[in-house]
């Protein structure tokens, strides 16, 4: 069972760019993103789940970051828009394999994938 994260790089500001994490050897209810950077704490970026197709996003990414899911190939994307230099960190999918709402702190998921960088130029 593990989770794999790809699509990290470098962008200028204002672009955007894609994260996708692939789900293999189970459904999970609740799939999301972490974000960390350098000296910081893991910080919670979007959480999606297929029991009701719900999401919740953490306030710094609001109206600019995307998540959704593609069901039959068990995995998650994140779309992330209006890309800024404080949105640079590594980024880690987690997942949850019972449905308890939407969760937001790291200890609450059960499972994580390695973290992909992504990278915002000024």
């Known amino acids: 069972v593990q989770l794999q994260a790809s699509g990290g790089g470098l962008v200028q500001a204002g672009g955007s760019l894609r994260l996708s994490c692939a789900a293999s050897g189970r459904t999970f209810s609740i799939m999301g993103w972490f974000r960390q950077a350098p000296g910081k704490e893991r910080e919670f970026v979007a959480a999606?789940?297929?029991?009701?197709?719900?999401?919740r996003y953490g306030d710094s990414v609001k109206g600019r970051f995307t998540i959704s899911r593609d069901n039959a190939n068990n995995t998650v994307h994140l779309q992330m828009n209006s890309l800024k230099p404080d949105d640079s960190a590594v980024y880690y999918c987690a997942a949850v394999r019972y449905f308890r709402g939407l969760p937001s702190r790291p200890n609450e998921y059960d499972l994580w994938g390695q973290g992909t960088l992504v990278t915002v130029s000024s």
């Open positions: 999606h789940t297929w029991v009701d197709s719900s999401t």
